[in-house]
């Protein structure tokens, strides 16, 4: 979504670079350049100068007047007044002190809001507890059947006792499922609430009732990042006429200009509290506004990206796989059936090109990345699981007739077979020698593959194990991007002492480098 912003802002901070000093007329043309670019991307007009006349002051002073590289340090100052403006920090949930939390769900019809319901059901169930939706949007045609739809494929409890499509009382619903999350010992409520094609009267006056019924804890305005300014009229004519406490952005993976997403928190007073980028029930997480920044202004999102590989690489599948690089031996090698896992893993995470637009500089790439499709990974386990346990284990007994056999059974050419093979040895001998020196369990790293049709050996780079070293009590990293993870991470950890936390030293795959343009391994 906001690519072209991105690459409006990169354009002109390229033309700072060089600069030993910054003069007036430089100050002015840069800031003239970001406002067009934000104006372009539909940011509101009022934000736009706020934030224009702040880069400007702040871009006066000492700081960058006096500065070895003022070019870094105006984009410093971009980097923390957009912060600012996304909502300055992470906004969590509160959570009742007596069970049910009840979270009420605002927004037009067509936001996405019923999706989101079982999206932060799924996300809240992950976190352990235990929340049940609500089925309080009866006017909406097959609303309550979506509702319980989305609720079994999240896997959470829905509480629907009126068909909907015009029939029952939607206050009276919200108010007993309040009752019966006690009963069942629920201690989240999610209730979705009935949206309009527009704002109007009726459906302010229904969402005020079902909020007094209900006193919730939290409420949402669910926000289509899509509809643009349309998106502020609307969160002010809710906020005046319900009230909310906090925003959820969907469709964020849309192509529309973003505006409303950087817009929203400054025009409300109220903090973008989650975000939604995808149809799938895990594209959801919480909104972080520096993190959002940093993509932004092409500097990517390694702390969400680690996150992401912590939460779906098996700590002991890790182990496992270390510990067989660690006694070698016949018997006891990586084989391909090892490697098979380790891609099943990669693939959980999401979108090879979500994940890779995470990384820092990937900007510069997006013609390239386009090009990476999640069907490679795919074909590289569909000609794994073509072998027989054996050739699996040992494939050095793959000959011209297995190879063929293999081809033909997994729809592939003969030459992805042998690519896939070759590099594997290669990749499994490099992991073999670095697996001597490990200070640590790491995640071990996959053998290169033959992604792309046609794809030669000299077109990718070659992959091996990189150990997570333990470091002592006040060591820093040699990694500046390392460091500043982990710097973040303590500054996150101190703020929000019950925020789960994650290992700042933690190595990512480097399967992932397969993927990646030449100039980014």
């Known amino acids: ?151 079994e494929r999240a896997g959470v409890v829905v509480y629907a006792p009126e068909p909907g499509s015009g029939v029952g009382d939607p206050v009276k619903v919200a108010r007993d499922s309040i009752d019966e999350a006690r009963r069942r010992q629920h201690d989240i409520v999610i209730v979705d609430t009935a949206g309009r094609l527009g704002v109007d009267a009726e459906m302010m006056a229904q969402a005020a009732n079902i909020r007094d019924a209900v006193k919730p804890d939290e409420i949402l305005f669910v926000v289509d990042a899509m509809i643009g300014q349309d998106a ?10 319900v009230g909310f406490d906090g925003v959820v952005l969907t469709k964020l993976d849309g192509d529309a200009r973003g505006g409303a997403a950087l817009s929203v928190a400054s025009v409300t007073g109220r903090q973008i509290m989650f975000a939604s980028n995808g149809e799938k029930l895990d594209d959801f997480d919480a909104f972080h506004p520096e993190r959002m920044a940093s993509r932004i202004l092409g500097m990517g999102d390694m702390l969400t990206l680690i996150e992401q590989a912590e939460k779906h690489f098996e700590a002991d599948e890790a182990e496992k796989m270390a510990n067989k690089l660690l006694k070698g031996g016949k018997g006891n090698e990586f084989t391909l059936e090892d490697f098979k896992q380790q891609m099943l893993q990669v693939r959980k995470m999401g979108s090879l090109q979500k994940l890779f637009g995470m990384l820092p500089g990937m900007g510069e790439f997006k013609d390239q990345l386009n090009e990476v499709e999640d069907s490679d990974l795919d074909r590289v386990v569909a000609i794994i699981n073509g072998m027989t346990p054996a050739e699996r284990e040992d494939p050095k007994i793959l000959n011209g007739s297995r190879r063929s056999r293999i081809a033909k059974g997994s729809g592939v050419e003969v030459g992805e077979i042998n690519q896939l093979v070759e590099r594997f040895f290669e990749a499994r001998k490099m992991m073999q020698q670095m697996a001597g020196g490990m200070g640590g369990m790491g995640l071990p790293g996959m053998g290169g593959m033959p992604f792309g049709r046609g794809g030669g050996k000299k077109s990718r780079g070659k992959m091996a194990a990189k150990p997570v070293k333990a470091k002592g009590k006040g060591a820093r990293s040699g990694n500046p991007a390392k460091r500043a993870a982990g710097q973040a991470a303590a500054e996150t950890a101190a703020a929000n002492p019950g925020a789960p936390a994650f290992d700042p030293n933690f190595e990512l795959p480097d399967a992932f480098k397969d993927f990646m343009p030449p100039g980014q391994r």
């Not at 912003?5 to 430089?26: H, W």
């Not at 009420?104 to 507890?129: E, Y």
């Not at 502020?232 to 006429?241: K, N, P």
């Open 1 to 151: 979504m906001f690519d072209t912003l991105s690459d409006r802002l990169s354009a002109t901070f390229k033309n700072l670079r060089g600069k030993g000093r910054l003069s007036e007329e430089d100050i002015d043309a840069t800031a003239r350049e970001i406002r067009i670019a934000l104006l372009e991307a539909d940011v509101a007009l009022p934000v736009v100068k706020e934030f224009i006349a702040s880069v400007k002051e702040r871009a006066r002073g000492a700081d960058v007047s006096q500065a070895l590289n003022p070019a870094q340090q105006v984009i410093k100052i971009v980097d923390e007044e957009l912060v600012k403006i996304l909502g300055g920090e992470t906004r969590r949930l509160r959570f009742a002190k007596t069970s049910p939390t009840v979270i009420m769900l605002a927004g037009l019809q067509g936001s996405g809001k019923t999706t989101l319901a079982g999206k932060l059901a799924k996300w809240l169930a992950g976190q352990g507890h235990q929340p049940m939706l609500v089925a309080a949007d009866l006017q909406r045609p097959n609303a309550v059947q979506q509702l319980q739809v989305v609720g």
């Open 232 to 241: 502020l009229t609307t969160a002010r004519a809710f906020l005046d006429g």
